[in-house]
Structure formats: C-alpha cells, structure tokens
C-alpha cells in the first residue's frame, strides 16, 4: 500500500552537503528516492552517486545475518549464526581481553564516516568503547590537519557561508574539486559565474571543477603555502592590502610582512611551486582588487606533510586584503565549527579511564603490528569504515589483518574488503532504516533521519549493538538503556538550561514534525565583518603564540612534502613520479564500490600520466600499468593526457581491492608519515614508479631491479623511522 506523501530522510554521507532526501516507499519496499525542495540547501537535487543509493539498500550481495568466520582470514568464507551466538562471543572475547594481562586498551574499535549521524557514528558507540575502557581512536584519515591549521588562524571551524559564494565576484577553489565533492556549493559558483565573477582553481591535476574553471593554476603538488605566501609578498609589496582591517582585526601583521618581503620572493616561489612569477602576480592582483572575493579551501591539498600549516597559510588571505567585511567575501574550509552540539553528553568521555591511550588510526598498519606503545591490540572492532581498502600502507594493514591472534569483528552492509578479514560480521542497517540526527560541514541546517522501512533481513544499527554488547557486560542501563531519539534530545541540549542560541527552538520533536531547521543564524551570516574571531587573541592569528607553544612556528611558512622528488632525492631516483589518488566521482570513498551501475560508470581503476612521463616509458594509453614503490604496488589502466602535471600521476580513488585487477589499491603505495599538526594522513606525498605491467623482463633486468627495490627499501625504512 503507497503510502500518502514521501517519506523524509537524510543523506548519511561522508560529504559537505548533507542532502534531505525524499523517499517514495511502497508497502515495505523503498521504491524511490530524490532531493527535498523543502532545503533551500539541497533544492531538490542529489548528486549522480546517491541518486543510486537504494541499489546499496536492495543489493544482491547485502549482509543479511551475522557470521562467523570458517576460512581463512582475508578468503571471505563465513557461516551463518544468530545474533545471539555473535553478541555472546564478541561479549566473551571483551571480557577475557579486559580480565588480562594488557586489559580492556587491548581492544580498539576502528570508525571513520561511513554514515555521518551523530547517533550512529558518535554516540552510543562512543559511550561503549569509554565505558569498556578500550583504547581511544584519534579519527586523523581525512581532516585534522587542515582543522587544526585552520583554526590557528581563525580560531574555529567557522567561514563563508556556502549561499554567499552566489554573490562573490571573485573565487578560487584551492584544492578542491567542489562540482564533485560538493556540488551543491558548486550550483552557488556557477551562479556567481553567470552574474560575471572570475572562477580559478588551485589544483596540480586539472580536475572537473579546473576543466570548468575560468582559470586553472597547477602548482607542484604541497606547495600551496608557497604560492599562498607568493600572494602576500605582491599584496603587500604592492600596497593592496586592506590597512585597516589588518590593524583592528590582525594579530602579527608586521611580522609577516617582513617575512614574506624576506623569504617569500617571487623568484623563490616561482622556483617552488613551478608557476610563471607572472602568473602569482596576476593571481595576487586579481583577487586582492576584486571583491567579494571568496575562497574555498579542501581537504585533498592537505594530505601532505606541510597541509595544516598550508591551510593555516592560505586562512590569512581574506584577512589581508579585508574580505571578510563583505558577506560574499572570506574562505570556507567547514561549516561544522557552527553547530554547539552537547557532544560531552552524547559520548560521555569521563567514562574513558585516565591516560587510556590513543591510537592515530591512520597508524592501523603499525598498531597492527605491535609497534606502537602501550598494549598489544588483540582485538578491533571496525564499523562505519573499510580500513582494508582506506588505510594506507594496506599491505601492512592487511598482513596485521591476517593475525591469527587478532580478534576482528566487522559491522557494515555489504561484504566489503575489511569483512573478508573479520572473525565475526554483523549486518547492518542502511540509512533507511534508523534513526540519526545530522549536522553538516558545508551548511548550517539540522536534521533528523526517520527509518522509513524495517532493518533489511536481520540487520541491526550501530547503536543498537553497543546497546546489546552493554547489556551483555553489565554497563550501567541509565547510560545503555536510553533509545536513540534520547540520545538526539541530549545532543541537542533538550531539557538543560545551558541551550546554546543557535539550537534554541531546535528540539528532535520539531525536526521530525517540521522537517530540516537552520541553525538560528542570521541569514546573511558574516562572521568576520567586524574581527571577534575565535581565537585567545581574538583576532585573526598571523602570528599564534598556541603553534609556538605546540612547538611550530608561530609564522605562515611552507612546510615542503615529507615525499617528494626534492626532499627525497635519493628515493625519488626509484620513484620518481608523485601519486594523488582523490576520490572518483562515481563513488564517495570506498562506499558505491560494490554498485554495478557506478562501477559501469567509473570502468576500471585508471592511472592518468602526463605524456612526457609517458613517452620516457613507452606507455601508451589503454595499457595496463603496475604503479610501484617499496610499500607496494597496484595495477591500474593508463591514460595519458596533460590534465597531470609532469612529474605528478593521479589514480581515481578508492576501489575495492577485490574489484581491482591484482587485487589491491592505490593504498597499497601510500605512506602511514603523519602530516605536520593533528596527525594527519599523507596519503598524496607518495613516490611511486610506473612500467607498463606483464613486460617480460629478462633475468639481468630483474636481478638489476632487486638490487634497486633493495636499496630504495632500506632508503624508505630508514626515512620512515625517523620521520
Ligand atoms: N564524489 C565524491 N564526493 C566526495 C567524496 C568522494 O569520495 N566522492 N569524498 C568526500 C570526502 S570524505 C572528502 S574529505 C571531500 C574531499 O573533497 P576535496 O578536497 O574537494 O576532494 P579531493 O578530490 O580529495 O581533493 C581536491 C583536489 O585536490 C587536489 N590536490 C591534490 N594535491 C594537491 C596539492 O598539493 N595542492 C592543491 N592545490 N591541490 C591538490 C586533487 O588533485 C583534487 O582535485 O569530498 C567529499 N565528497
Ligand atoms: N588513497 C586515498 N585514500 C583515502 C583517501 C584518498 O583521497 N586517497 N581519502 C581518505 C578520506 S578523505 C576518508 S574520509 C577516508 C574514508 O574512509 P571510510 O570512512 O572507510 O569511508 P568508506 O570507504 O566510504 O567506508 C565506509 C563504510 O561504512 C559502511 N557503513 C555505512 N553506514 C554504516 C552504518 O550505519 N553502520 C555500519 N556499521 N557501517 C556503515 C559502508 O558500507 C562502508 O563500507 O578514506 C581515506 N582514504
Ligand atoms: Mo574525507
């Protein structure tokens, strides 16, 4: 039976956009899903990817009931068991880890934003993992760097706001692929375009959004604090700076003056980042004399050794030149510094023993093998996330993986890398099926996700198995026994007189029956106009006496990649081409994967190589490649075109290694170094070589390339100790 209007949901995806969604759902059966009009954010539309998000929920290969392992691990081979059988093992394996010789920081639960719910990501699951006393997860793969840099300067998570770019005169997406990560916020560029403002992008590799750009700038790949600090050099040589601003609202402006007038000259730059001086005046002249001019600023520039400090660097612009003043002026990294959720009442961390401690989970590999300090882990417990295709340094991530004594249970949908290495799988529910309530980091509303069919086969929600598990233990029922749409009112601060304004009027009753709320914020929110940031100074912070304090320099400088054909010349001798691997646009990191239809789309894994590069190896294109270095290797088809850099190779991200030629991904090369501040991931400061794959080599070639892979090992091993 139809029922009468569509059912509202919202998208759980790791993405800026956070779409409401609308879902027609006939009898049991969801039938159909779109955009809700009803967000003036989403308008109606959602993006090629999750227009295809029921072909997750109906898939042929969806988890149905939990199983236990019967091969061995890594073959996938399971049989099935009950819940109870599952909940009851897992609870046992805890309780013997816990009552042993290393305790409950033996076990470390291993998350990312596979659903970006607070209920389902941070929530239920957070109070369990405290409660059992369980080693934290510093959660590093994707943001930190960048929020931490960023937050140097501005003091919080906190920018332009997205509908502002539709007025900007002026933008530049600095490493960000925003028509594909973010198209939302993109639709406000094109319309900014279409009223006559300037689009440029900042990007080594000429992505979607370059391709539509009016201006594409590809700087050496980790060189972006360089050219952000070329910028000053003319803005500030050639007086285009607003003084004004920097008086009333800038901490440190003398001193940065000096250094870029010092270190930072054109020719230096020029040499850097590899762009015509020209160029970075122009680029500097432009954006400086236009106005509103806005930036936004992502997160694939940072996953480099220098990218929180290049964030940190690139945030002081708008400061400079006073393009905060205007609405439609400034630079947007995320929205999520807006929302004062009550997370300390959500995840209780008092439940967390003192000095329990914390594993960088961008580190999987090393805290697999034992290397770093504290317990052994004897057990991980991975949901909302695929580390065996994520990860970097898979090979080693895998082989930890592939531990006889590690006890491993996966919770997901779908049988996904990590699962074939799970001792227990437990099926879980799609989107539609539970209930969350949502933020965002690309806008300002507030949502509540109604399950608007029953859990598919047996599946169970996140929160719904830290509750089982809990009970199993004994944890306390007041913190266990509370339902999810508890959890959403305590977030929100229902019931405390401590609301902040923003959520006042927010309540899970009315986001339920009224549908998606903005944060109460002005409309024409301009956060900066009149200085008052977030910072101890409360000023925008050139200089920042918390970076000296943590020990960086309290400055704007570059911080060159920890892997690059400069800073590792030795290494780059072997491998001398620098990898990106950014996400595709068929999928949303490893999630789509498993989708016929968006893998039809993506065709196959593809390595994209520029023809120099191509030419000095005798690649043409269609051949399939072997991309290399001494972490690993994959395969992957070549295409070779000049949308690369020289020097730099893109591989499109991030398939199932079950779905890739070879069996691994892009991972398989990339390194665990962590970035410059928050731990980061490093995943593009990755040196690899590339040969056309299957050339039959001739015994001395093979004997010759042992002796080098051996060398560049060593190189390698030595690099990442002491790094
Ligand atoms: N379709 C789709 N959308 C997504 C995702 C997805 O997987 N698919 N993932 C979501 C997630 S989790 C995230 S974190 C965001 C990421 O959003 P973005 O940051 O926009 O995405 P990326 O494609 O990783 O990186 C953007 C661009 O940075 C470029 N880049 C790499 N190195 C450098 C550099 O040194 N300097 C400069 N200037 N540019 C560089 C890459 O070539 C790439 O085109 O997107 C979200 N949205
Ligand atoms: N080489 C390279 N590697 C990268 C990146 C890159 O650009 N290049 N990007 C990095 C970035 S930015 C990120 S954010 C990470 C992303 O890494 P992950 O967070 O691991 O993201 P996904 O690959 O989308 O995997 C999420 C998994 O969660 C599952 N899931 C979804 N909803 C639920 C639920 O309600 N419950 C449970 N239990 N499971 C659920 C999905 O089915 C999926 O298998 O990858 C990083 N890795
Ligand atoms: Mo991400």
């Not at 400034?330 to 807006?338: E, F, R, V, W, Y």
């Not at 996330?385 to 082989?399: F, G, Y």
């Not at 233990?473 to 405390?496: M, P």
Request: proline share 7%; charged share 20%; net charge negative.
């Amino acid at each position: 039976m139809p029922s009468a209007a569509p059912a509202k949901s919202v998208c759980p995806l790791d993405c800026p956009d956070t779409c409401s969604m609308v879902v027609t759902v006939e009898g049991d059966r969801a039938t159909a899903l779109g955009g809700n009009p009803e967000n003036s954010y989403t308008r109606g539309f959602l993006c090629h990817k999750v227009s295809h998000y029921l072909d997750i929920v109906y898939h042929k290969d969806r988890l149905q009931h939990p199983l236990r392992r019967v091969g061995p691990k890594g073959a996938g081979r399971f049989e099935r068991i009950s819940w109870d059988a599952a909940l009851d093992e897992i609870a046992a394996r805890f309780q013997a880890i816990s009552n042993g010789p290393h305790g409950p920081q033996a076990i470390l639960p291993y998350s990312y934003c596979g659903t970006m719910g607070k209920i389902q990501s941070q929530g239920m699951d957070r109070r369990f993992f405290n409660r059992l006393g369980a080693s934290q997860l510093d959660r590093t793969i994707c943001a930190t760097a960048g929020a931490l840099g960023y937050s140097y300067t501005i003091g919080h998570r906190i920018g332009t706001q997205a509908e502002a770019f539709a007025e900007s005169r002026y933008i530049i997406n600095w490493g960000s692929n925003t028509a594909v990560t973010n198209s939302h916020l993109w639709t406000y560029m094109v319309a900014a375009r279409k009223a006559g403002a300037k689009l440029v992008t900042i990007d080594p590799y000429r992505c979607v959004t370059a391709a539509r750009s009016d201006w594409h700038l590809a700087p050496r790949v980790g060189t972006d604090a360089a050219l952000a600090l070329g910028l000053m050099h003319v803005i500030f040589r050639d007086g285009l700076f607003d003084s004004d601003y920097l008086d009333q609202h800038c901490l440190g402006s003398a001193a940065l003056r000096e250094r870029v007038a010092e270190e930072y000259g054109l020719d230096r730059i020029s040499r850097i980042t590899g762009l015509p001086a020209a160029d970075i005046e122009r680029l500097a002249h432009e954006y400086a004399q236009t106005s509103p001019a806005a930036i936004r600023v992502n997160y694939g520039m940072q996953r480099h050794y220098g990218g929180g400090m290049a964030v940190r660097t690139i945030a002081c612009l708008p400061a400079i030149v006073g393009a905060w003043r205007h609405w439609a002026g400034g630079i947007l990294l995320s929205t999520s510094g807006l929302y004062p959720l009550n997370s300390r009442g959500l995840e209780m961390p008092h439940l967390s023993p003192p000095k329990t401690r914390t594993i960088n989970m961008v580190q999987l590999a090393e805290a697999l093998e034992g290397q770093l300090p504290g317990p052994p882990v004897q057990a991980l417990y991975v949901y909302n996330c695929n580390p065996a295709a994520v990860a970097p340094d898979q090979q080693r991530v895998l082989e930890g993986l592939r531990r006889e004594d590690l006890f491993t249970v996966v919770h997901d949908l779908l049988p996904t890398d990590t699962v074939d290495y799970a001792d227990i799988v437990l099926p879980a529910t799609s989107q539609l099926e539970h209930f969350d309530l949502h933020t965002s980091y690309g806008h300002n509303w507030v949502q509540v996700n109604q399950p608007v069919i029953p859990p598919y086969a047996e599946s169970r929600c996140n929160s719904q198995v830290f509750r089982d598990l809990a009970r199993r233990l004994g944890f306390e029922s007041e913190i266990f026994e509370v339902t999810d749409q508890q959890l959403a009112q305590v977030a929100l601060w229902e019931g405390s007189e401590k609301v902040p304004p923003e959520l006042q009027g927010i309540t899970v009753d009315r986001l339920i029956s009224n549908g998606p709320q903005r944060l109460n914020l002005p409309l024409r929110h301009t956060p900066f106009a009149e200085g008052r940031f977030p910072t101890p100074s409360g000023k925008c912070e050139f200089f920042s006496q918390r970076m000296a304090d943590a020990g960086l320099d309290p400055l704007p400088m570059w911080i060159p990649p920890a892997e690059s054909v400069d800073s590792m010349p030795e290494i780059a001798s072997f491998y001398p081409l620098q990898l990106i691997s950014p996400p595709s646009p068929h999928f949303l990191n490893s999630t789509f994967v498993a989708v016929d239809a968006l893998r039809a789309s993506a065709g196959q894994p593809e390595v994209e190589i520029h023809p120099a590069d191509a030419a000095a190896r005798d690649i043409q294109s269609g051949q399939q490649l072997r991309i290399f270095n001494s972490r690993g290797e994959f395969l992957a088809q070549a295409k070779v075109t000049d949308a690369v850099r020289e020097g730099v190779v893109m591989a499109p991200s991030i398939w199932w290694n079950k779905y890739s030629p070879g069996g691994s991904n892009v991972n398989s090369t990339t390194p665990t170094t962590l970035s410059d501040m928050g731990g980061g991931a490093t995943f593009f400061d990755n040196l690899v070589e590339v040969e056309v794959a299957q050339s039959v080599a001739t015994g001395d070639e093979i004997a010759d390339e042992d002796v080098m892979l051996d060398q560049a090992t060593r190189v390698m091993t030595r690099v990442s100790r002491v790094g």
